[in-house]
DNA sequence: ACTTAAGCGAGACGGTACGTCGCGTCTTCTC
DNA sequence: GAGAAGACGCGACGTACCGTCTCGCTTAAGT
């Protein structure tokens, strides 16, 4: 089993699969993907594909990961100094992700599949919810400076606080996901993490 | 598409075929699962499993649910009028379900078939999400009653308080579930909906 | 295995499986043809017709022969004194039959089935094809005592000499099946027979 | 329905599978032959039996064929100018081979097959049937040359007066077929044959 | 006339084989 | 030497029928 070698790599080729997984799971679902319908219609043989990836669940994640940073990062996080509002923009933007049914459709393929590949949970968690995450405590931490949250908060189960919620929501279908919602969501968590009164 | 008819339904292969597949997802893991390999194991043809179920995915869902239902409802929520330890002892409790890997795995195998079928999905959050959550509000509107938690909490958006950030955690694999962090989740959750100070 | 009561046979169903058989194998070929479709279409549980045919070949057979029996049994061999219109008369009737396509796919349906199960091809020979041989037999008999074939001549041969070619045009689509063909036939079987000169 | 490309096709595996399937009829008889068991006996996947073939009945025709083309053309029809020595030994050879047991099993099947499916009737006519009537046909000729058979007989038909007795007898099991019944046939076919006198 | 057991319709069952789909590997030929 | 093309061995799919096996129901026979 040797390693193909990359300089030789076929940048066509690697384009051309990623958009045709994308295309194909955006038509007919990420469960009738098939590594034959994605070589035949990014016009490339089999072994193209197994070469350079090893399953097609990685594909697929590399397909949404390289269109998602062709945007300059996703979501973004400001810091107005109203914390209630940048945190509450977040999640909006969030749960408004959710409720498209295309980015839905992605995004719960996208975590079954990391569900049964744990080298793909932590690709994505690495690549995309790791970097959300990261800004959120930035943002978080900020405002500790600003004693507008408890200087002794753990912010990693903060951060939990506010995007838990959603995403068991989001999950289990339990309850629509509405703008009120995140709200909700933004005051209940403010209120835990405020300073002792 | 004639639906058969239930009145002469083997009793026997009915229970074979539920207790084959648990135990092949034991052994194998769910990815390994195969309609085949259930009826072999079960002794039975597989068109008796067609018969009845429309996938494996749903023999698998029936088969832990029917398990689950042996028991006499699983997780309780007992009122000892210590809200924070009766919380505790159930986000405890299920931390160390999901901290079993046996459990683990039969967990993230449901949700995966869950994220594919939102037919499964349903019977799912029916059949075991939403009588924990059920209970867990119940104990929430006690300590309303009590002076506990604000009169005015929208105990729906409660409940996801709690385990949204235990859910999160455990399907991003962001960090080891803790009692420790059991507690912490309760601690906050428990600040965030006290009464107005 | 108790041999069930024939006192008891009904009728009615009797009748109805096989004119189903009877139908089904002309509206579909033989090839289609299957038991359950016969109950089926006869209104009839299965188990009816295996308590009375070992098999769907033998269903066949008996829905034809019930039929060939209901007409007055078939070819005549009529004897005129003109031992060549007697015999020419019986091989274009023959022909005849084979030209009809309904008759022709039935005839090719019986041989499959006969040759696959002797237990079948017993019945058809002693049933539909013996008969047959037999009043031909008896023709070239009273023709032997009139001197118009070879006293000598051995009879079970003699009428292969007859409908072995025809059988064999037929069986081997070689040539098309036509009254001269029939003709011939008996011109060269009369030539072969007759009395030493 | 797209035609696979022959010159890819494995020389290997076509080999495998003819063995395999003629074996197993050998062994086991034609109506146990499945494709399954071809494919698992010739180490080949079934869709590569699929891909090349129509059906069982094509394999095993094309199997019964390749075997009887290593032969340099089987039955041979020699000239030595007596004409009943050269036709008793034809008959002689093929009463022969219908009294083996292997190959009298392997003829019905070959027939029970070409009776359903007329696609392998004309293959077998063509590659088999055909070229024993041609040298047959041949030898007649030569023999009306020789003013043995009259110059006006139809040579199809001649044929017919020699194989159809045998056929009908062998297919239809009425009597044992022996060398004298074949030199019965042949004395009855020249008697027809001869020259008017 | 009344049981009572057989035949019957229906159809679920354990199986075998079907013909198809997709996998991941391998081979051949091209650029 | 990477890539397009696609045949291959393999494993599983979901379906069609097989022949057997209960189920009630009906129906004729024998008390």
Redesign the pocket.
């Known amino acids: 089993m040797k390693t ?2 990359p300089a ?3 940048e066509r ?1 690697r384009r051309a699969i990623l958009s045709a997984a994308f295309d194909l799971v955006a038509e007919a679902g990420y469960a ?1 993907l ?3 319908a994605i070589a035949a219609r990014a ?6 594909i ?2 350079w990836w090893p ?2 669940g990685a594909v697929f994640v590399d397909a949404v990961l390289s269109l998602s940073e062709d945007d300059t990062g996703g979501l973004s996080l400001p810091d107005t100094g109203d914390l209630r509002a940048d945190l509450s923009g977040v999640l909006r933007a969030i749960v408004d992700e959710y409720n498209d049914p295309r980015l839905d459709a992605m995004s719960r393929a996208l975590t079954a599949e990391s569900l049964a590949d744990p080298t793909l949970n932590s690709e994505i968690t690495a690549r995309i919810l790791g970097p959300l995450l990261e800004v959120t405590k930035d943002r978080l931490r900020s405002a500790q400076r600003a004693g507008q949250v408890a200087a002794d908060a753990d912010l990693s189960v903060a951060v939990e606080l506010l995007y838990g919620p959603i995403y068991h929501r989001w999950m289990l279908r339990t309850h629509p996901l509405t703008h009120e919602y995140a709200d909700t969501v933004v005051e209940f968590a403010l209120r835990a993490l405020e300073p002792a009164h």
Chains 1, 2, 3, 4 share one sequence.
């Open positions: 193909p070698n030789r790599r076929s080729s009738k098939t590594v034959e016009g490339v043989g089999k072994q193209t197994y070469r399953s097609k």
